[in-house]
């Protein structure tokens, strides 16, 4: 998180710079490898289904072992072969794109079902959005700068303060005093 803040700040990309939630995270992961898991459906029902009817699990979902890892590789897969990003080497939760000159264009960091994405004003960056978008249903999307209250990402709020060229990011765990 603080190298992709430093990037952020550094390259002055505060403008292109958006927080998103994606809905369903985990039933989005791939798909179940392994023995065949079933369960009952939940006390309040399923529309549609008949009561005491079990069903098939073919993805993870929240609450098994094997959901969490599903789901990061299903994101950092599309990240990296639709989106064209590469994972950088300090951390797996921070993808990197770049232009034909090996020069940072867009950064990605993930947290579960939470990212941030910052990077310059360009078709490039603003088709990768439109992908991302596309492809994962997001609750919340919004630009961090334009929201003078600041955005929430993993118990840290985050808040740029300023104008012009003095704008500034401030990090803080209020919820945590």
Same mark, same amino acid.
């Given at each position: ?93 921070? &993808? ?79 919820? &945590?005093?």
């Amino acid at each position: 998180l603080l190298v992709f803040l430093h990037c952020v700040i550094s390259f002055g990309w505060l403008d292109n710079w958006f927080s998103g939630d994606i809905s369903s995270a985990f039933l989005q992961g791939k798909p179940s490898s392994g023995q065949p898991l079933y369960m009952y459906q939940p006390s309040q029902g399923i529309p549609g289904c008949d009561k005491g009817q079990i069903f098939k699990l073919i993805r993870p979902v929240y609450g098994r072992p094997d959901a969490p890892r599903a789901w990061y590789e299903a994101l950092s897969g599309f990240i990296m072969e639709v989106m064209k990003y590469e994972r950088s080497i300090i951390d797996p939760a921070l &993808f990197i794109k770049r232009d034909g000159n090996g020069n940072p264009i867009s950064l990605i960091v993930i947290h579960v079902d939470d990212l941030m994405v910052a990077g310059c004003d360009c078709d490039e960056n603003r088709k990768c959005l439109l992908l991302l978008k596309q492809r994962f249903p997001f609750g919340e999307w919004e630009g961090v700068a334009e929201k003078s209250s600041g955005v929430t990402y993993c118990g840290k709020e985050i808040v740029v303060v300023g104008n012009g060229n003095k704008r500034v990011i401030h990090l803080r765990q209020q919820g &945590f005093v």
